[in-house]
């Protein structure tokens, strides 16, 4: 008899031999102590500046410094060297870490940060040539959510006249990469494909998607050199301040629920340091969950947020998206309670299925050059995600008497419930990665190469 990956996962998780994972007595047994964590100024950074701000760190005995670093490449090359102890990170760098896809490295994931949170937006002049032929709601506004089959006329105009028609995004395994390219392949616009040896992604694609930093993004904007792009908060609310931009369409509208950012730390840091990595893990749990626990603590972690050592950005364009309204066009102001979920939806819970389909993105548009079997989807989330740590440092935290027990999913066995909460309607189930990949139109499937996938 041959057990589903979901049977197996379930029974690695009620086996997990928790009881030879350390439970936090007393901070002065922790290994490390003073700790420095890195992070890049977006607002989802928040648990981190969060857990700092409101004593969690030190609740937990950790004197932690929280670092901006340049890049998303700079800080998992950092927290690697151990130049920095732990980061928060986009969903997809550990994944592409541990398969060797990029910087190599055995990241682990002990937590999840948040859900949602970043939006695509594209340039005035982009948003003038495609909002004609957009339908309307009953307020004679454009209905939402957008779809891209309204920015594919638009596209083949630029390119018709020989006008590269340039996106950007902040890293190759970003979620805004995955989120701006399931949107262009949803309304039938190819975004491009990543050969081996090939960081660029463009192989066949209509659009050209290239990296630009998540603050520099409205700057790189307004000068032309991009068309749009696909970033967190606060730099598209900040390209509507500035009036250069228009968001058309937020991650939530394109996967509700996505995975974004979690925490990361090495796998060597993990098992030297088990009651630091304890520590860690609990302390962002509570962050996640007073950010989600009332709106009061939404606008005081905007104030937070707004300080120069964190975010740095005008407290009322970070309000925009942290207090649950997003702004369209200039004064289309909306409802957004989900735009970014912090504990909410079980959001800190590393699930397995959320990785998952982070490699499905990967396989799709050739950073996995190769198929793959469900199994090593399965096998591969394991290495990374660590639900067992998690429930280590829930338990404790219900022992310690911060949490109650029926506020997580404490029997959850690693997979969240099949769902087609896509703009497109596509089912995915995060057990049958290869029968998710089938259902998608564009992108590689079963043993297509990129080179397959260009000429057909």
């Known amino acids: 008899m041959t057990c589903s990956p979901r049977l197996m996962l379930t029974t690695a998780i009620l086996l997990a031999p928790l009881a030879a994972l350390p439970a936090l007595a007393d901070p002065a047994d922790l290994e490390r102590d003073e700790l420095t964590l890195g992070f890049i100024k977006l607002t989802d950074m928040a648990p981190l500046a969060i857990a700092r701000e409101k004593g969690f760190f030190e609740d937990e005995g950790l004197y932690v410094t929280l670092e901006a670093q340049s890049n998303w490449k700079v800080l998992l090359d950092r927290t690697l060297s151990g130049e920095i102890d732990g980061a928060m990170m986009l969903a997809g760098q ?131 050199t991009i068309h749009g792009y696909a970033v967190g908060e606060p730099w598209n609310q900040a390209a509507v301040k500035k009036g250069i931009g228009v968001p058309v369409i937020t991650d939530a509208d394109i996967f509700a629920g996505n995975p974004e950012k979690v925490f990361g730390l090495t796998s060597a840091f993990a098992e030297e340091n088990p009651k630091t990595t304890l520590a860690l893990t609990k302390a962002l749990i509570r962050a996640g969950m007073w950010l989600d626990e009332s709106p009061a603590h939404r606008q005081e972690a905007v104030t937070i947020l707004s300080q120069p050592e964190y975010v740095g950005a005008d407290p009322a364009i970070i309000a925009n998206s942290m207090t649950g309204t997003f702004e369209y066009e200039a004064g289309d102001i909306r409802p957004a309670p989900d735009f970014n979920i912090f504990f909410r939806q079980n959001a800190t819970f590393p699930y397995y299925s959320d990785a998952v389909w982070t490699l499905t993105q990967m ?79 564009i992108g590689l499937k079963g043993d297509q190469t990129v080179a397959d996938a260009v000429t057909n």
């Open 94 to 224: 550990p994944l592409a870490a541990t398969i060797g896809y990029g910087t190599k490295g055995a990241i682990i994931t002990p937590v999840a940060l948040d859900l949602n949170g970043n939006a695509i937006t594209l340039s005035n002049a982009i948003w003038q040539e495609m909002k004609p032929a957009l339908p309307l709601d009953q307020e004679g506004r454009p209905a939402h959510p957008i779809s891209a089959a309204a920015l594919k006329p638009v596209i083949e105009s630029h390119t018709a006249t020989g006008e590269p028609f340039n996106l950007g995004m902040v890293f190759p395994v970003s979620t805004h990469n995955y989120e701006l390219r399931y949107w262009l392949a949803a309304g039938g616009i190819n975004p491009g494909f990543y050969e081996p040896g090939d960081a660029t992604g463009q192989t066949g694609g209509e659009v050209l998607i290239s990296v630009t930093p998540p603050p520099q993004m409205p700057a790189t904007l307004e000068a032309g």
């Open 363 to 441: 396989r799709r548009w050739g950073q996995i050059d190769s198929a793959k079997p469900d199994s090593w989807y399965a096998d591969t989330a394991r290495q990374v995600y660590r639900p067992d740590l998690y429930k280590a440092a829930v338990e404790a935290l219900i022992a310690d008497g911060h949490a109650r027990a029926d506020q997580f999913e404490l029997d959850a066995d690693g997979y969240r419930p099949p769902t087609d909460a896509f703009i497109d309607g596509v089912l995915f189930d995060g057990t049958q990665p290869n029968a998710y990949l089938d259902r998608l139109p």
